[in-house]
């Protein structure tokens, strides 16, 4: 359904977060949202995972990684503008300027 | 006119959200702050029309898509409603209303409009002695059966807890289901003679220009304009998630009958498994109807309010499956208005087909001239929410 947000205009993401360094948080943040999308026997969780190519995330599931990002992040208030996140980098990169910078009303 | 701030907060589908955006847009226009607090899922609805929102609910209630209990017509189907509020909204409330007092006192809206289960908002508006202004767009709450009533005394006891102190019968109502309304956004020529209805309605501010993607607008496009009649088929924004066997109840029907089908929100994985050998279906995600629908021979739905208007508005026929929640009473008010069938799992083939066939007592044109224009009714309600602001009370 909500694919539109993360398709349109087929633009690549622009980076979150800065750059990355893949920690064992980063891999633990990984598995928790693969767990949390319920892709069961998904083992890949490297930065360049693409969120729709490897892990097969349909239009709903691209949906409720949005809002599970930012519920993990624990952020009450959302960011104006909607993320681009193509791969498993760019959701973890979000979630950590959320957990750097949380917006506030 | 000094710029306003609104705190809006809605908790249920985009059927609840949708009808207010236009709304929303009028503030904002003119200079006002909207804030509005929600689900985090329909938040993304506002964040991409350029809205700030404030997340209610842990994310957990996205579970409601995959729950089948939730979908329901029992007890017309108020059985899904006390559901919804028992697993989805009592859940949450307490963090939910200690977010919104955070908004409310750092923030310090003129006003509070909510609608649907939007409890902490109005329990967090009450505590403050916030102007409150209640929008409803289920004509059946006005007036709460006993069944209710001893559903909203005990719900009224969560909202208690939270409150910290005990809520009169009144201010239980209006925490728990939002009755009364101050503003009824439905139309008259569509209630007719329903008993149930006591608020005055100002019209249903219809509203659907979220655009779709360019692959799927593009494509129904070119599916419908290819020729021969065209049903579409939606159960709109969440109930679609759950119900698969009523897209293959439809898939049945529209191979029978030798049309061809836009199955409007059948995307996915699912989808692709089950509907992909299809040849005469379309299916795509979400595409405004005001866009695509004029001209189709008919519309299959679940009987949500905003599909109900769109049809409508689109002059086009409606079959009416009815899954859960408002959809009963909707459907039944689709067939005394005369622009469409209320329908079954049953039924639906020689539904479908006695609206095709042009059997059907059905006059869309009629209705649709009558309709109050979305317009009057947004300004019907930016009114009374000035009013409120100006009165410190309705």
Partial sequence: ?105 | MAARKVLVSTFGSAGDLFPLIPFIDRLMARGDEVTVATRRGLGLYLRAHGVRTVGLGDGSELRVVHDPRIFSTRFDGWESWHRTVDRYVAATLEADAATVRSVIESWEPDAVVTSGFATAARLAALEAKVPQVEVSIYPQHVRLGASNVRFARRFRRVAEQVAGRELSTADGARVVWGAPPDVLLHDPVLLGSEPSVGARPVGFPYWDTIPGTAGDEGAVRAFVSAGGPVVFVTLGSFIGVATSEVWLDAARVVAALGVRAVFVGARGRWADEHLGDCRDILCSGFVPLSEHLPGAAAIVHHGGIGTTFGAIHAGVPAVVLAQAFDQPFNSRLVAAAGVGVASSRDSLETDLRTVLDGRAAVDTERVRSALIPPSEATASLTDLVDAAISQKRL
């Fill in chain 1, 1 to 105: 359904m909500l694919a539109l947000f993360l398709s349109r205009g087929g633009r690549r993401p622009v980076s979150l977060g800065g750059p990355l360094t893949w920690s064992p948080e980063a891999q633990a943040f990984a598995s928790e949202l693969a767990s949390l999308l319920q892709l069961a026997g998904e083992d890949r969780f490297d930065p360049g995972v693409s969120l729709f190519d490897d892990w097969a995330l349909d239009s709903l599931q691209a949906f409720e990684m949005i809002v599970i990002v930012e519920s993990m992040a624990g952020a009450t208030v959302p960011p104006p503008v909607l993320p681009e996140l193509f791969t498993v980098g760019d959701a973890y990169g979000y979630y950590r300027s959320l957990r750097a910078e949380p917006p506030s009303v």
